[in-house]
């Protein structure tokens, strides 16, 4: 079973910037998509975000310009950096990664890191 470790949460002023990590348990490069979402309280889980093995990255309207995705596949580690962060964007932070197994699509998600904006 793969695990996703995800660390980096906490609480930032408005305006500041974090980076969130995702360490996943097997080889990153296995997995063809790495995507963040997140979710805030009383609300539905919102994807921000996704790359696709060719470098290609899709931004959701609440990620454009502010956030951003990488990948280090010699650590295994996919990453969220986050710039100019507001109030708004307080929630709990999803990292999911995907890859076919037996010819079905299979996702594993990380539990989540809280992040906390602060006015």
């Known amino acids: 079973q793969v695990q996703l470790v995800e660390s980096g949460g906490g609480l930032v002023q408005s305006g500041g910037s974090l980076r969130l990590s995702c360490a996943a348990s097997e080889r990153l490069l296995d997995f063809y998509q790495v995507a963040w979402y997140r979710q805030a309280p009383g609300q539905e889980r919102e994807l921000l975000l996704f790359s696709i093995t060719g470098g290609i990255t899709v931004y959701e309207d609440a990620a454009k310009g502010r956030f951003n995705i990488s990948r280090d596949n010699t650590r295994n580690t996919a990453y969220l950096e986050m710039h100019n962060l507001k109030p708004e964007d307080t929630a709990v932070y999803y990292c999911?990664?995907?890859?076919?197994?037996?010819?079905?699509?299979?996702?594993?998600w990380g539990q989540g890191t809280q992040v906390t904006v602060s006015s």
């Open positions: 999911k990664v995907s890859r076919v197994e037996m010819s079905a699509v299979h996702d594993y």
